[in-house]
Nanobody
Framework: QVQLVESGGGLVQAGGSLRLSCAASGRTFSTYTMGWFRQAPGKEREFVAA????????YYADSVKGRFTIYRDNAKNTVYLQMNILKPEDTAVYYC???????????????????WGQGTQVTVSS
């Protein structure tokens, strides 16, 4: 059984930084893609970033490029999302998700991910 546990959310002022963690267990994830999505109140869930566990390729939403960095620690089966220069519009519940053998063309689509974490709240004050 795949389990994803997020941590690291909180309240931060605009311009500040947070690092989210997603600890994965239950499988060998060498062929999986790990993604981060977020959902603000009244809005649909949107793609933030993803990383291929196979080759380390990364993918970012335009809104976070240059500010957020996704990376993995293979030994810990953990994926991180380093978020810098945070803006109030980054406020949302952040979810990590994973799926096996994803084509790069679909990594931004929430519906293709089968496994999801419980989410962690990120609030950025102005």
């Amino acid at each position: 059984q795949v389990q994803l546990v997020e941590s690291g959310g909180g309240l931060v002022q605009a311009g500040g930084s947070l690092r989210l963690s997603c600890a994965a267990s239950g499988r060998t994830f060498s062929t999986y893609t790990m993604g981060w999505f977020r959902q603000a109140p009244g809005k649909e869930r949107e793609f933030v970033a993803a990383i291929s566990w196979t080759d380390g390729n990364t993918y970012y939403a335009d809104s976070v490029k240059g500010r957020f960095t996704i990376y993995r620690d293979n030994a810990k089966n953990t994926v991180y999302l380093q978020m810098n220069i945070l803006k109030p519009e980054d406020t949302a519940v952040y979810y990590c998700a994973t799926e096996e053998s994803l084509s790069p063309s679909v990594t931004t689509i929430a519906d293709v991910y089968h496994y999801w974490g419980q989410g962690t709240q990120v609030t950025v004050s102005s």
